[in-house]
Nanobody, 121 residues
């Protein structure tokens, strides 16, 4: 129901745009988010965007570099990543939950498959 795409190999300082396509049900009212899991590390919250006002939240590590957005009409969520660093290398997952606080705590109602982002130095 959630399919992430857009990952790939990029040099440090480069940009990538991840997309998440929602299908099979409506995610009206859900907070959409992106998470990532680097090798040997736990999955961590990256960013979220609410349904109505489109309010956003970011992890400190990506503030000012990443931008999350959503297109409710198309059931799409995006993560624009700029000024990428090698430490951004991870599998990125999109997810949907009812509350921003839940997502920040790592709890989501729906999880998508991940897409691998590799940033070379």
């Amino acid at each position: 129901q959630l399919q992430a795409s857009g990952g790939g190999l990029v040099q440090a300082g480069g940009t990538l745009r991840l997309s998440c396509a929602a299908s099979g049900r409506t995610f009206s009212g859900y907070v959409m988010g992106w998470f990532r899991q680097a090798p040997g590390k736990e999955r961590e919250f990256v960013a979220s965007v609410t349904w109505g006002y489109g309010s956003t939240a970011y992890a400190d590590s990506v503030k000012g570099r990443f931008s999350i957005s959503r297109d409710n009409a198309k059931n799409m969520v995006y993560l624009q990543m700029t000024s990428l660093k090698p430490e951004d290398t991870a599998v990125y997952y999109c997810a949907a939950g009812r509350f921003v606080s839940s997502l920040k705590g790592g709890s989501a109602s729906y999880w998508g498959q991940g897409t691998l982002v590799t940033v070379s130095s």
